[in-house]
């Protein structure tokens, strides 16, 4: 049974920084992108970065050169490093990936940026 599970949410000053983890289960993980979306105080849903099974990675323009991502093949876990976060990276983010035309999400965390 293919599992994800978001976690690393919290409340941060803007300037701040988080870290997000989506621990995998049930597939082949190495195979397969993880991506991480964004649902927004505007009610936008937005695709916040890619990583690529292999290794390579793709990013939003809004949050180039503030968010890492990466993934630990030994761990089936993918990582958001988000730094320098401002007020409208708020929202609840949510890993995803797709197999064999299913979509597959975790349960969201929520990334509070605030003073």
């Known amino acids: 049974q293919v599992q994800l599970v978001d976690s690393g949410g919290g409340l941060v000053q803007p300037g701040g920084s988080l870290r997000l983890s989506c621990a995998t289960s049930?597939?082949?993980?190495?195979?397969?992108?993880v991506r991480w979306y964004r649902q927004t105080l505007r009610n936008q849903h937005e695709l916040v970065a890619a990583?690529?099974?292999?290794?390579?990675?793709d990013y939003a323009d809004s949050v180039k050169g503030r968010f890492t991502v990466s993934r630990d093949n030994d761990k089936n876990t993918v990582y958001l490093q988000m730094n320098s976060l401002k007020p409208e990276d708020t929202g609840m983010y949510s890993c995803?990936?797709?197999?064999?035309?299913?979509?597959?999400w975790g349960q969201g965390t929520q990334v509070t940026v605030s003073s």
């Open positions: 049930g597939f082949t993980f190495n195979r397969y992108p």
């Open positions: 990583a690529w099974a292999g290794g390579g990675s």
């Open positions: 995803n990936t797709l197999i064999s035309g299913d979509n597959y």
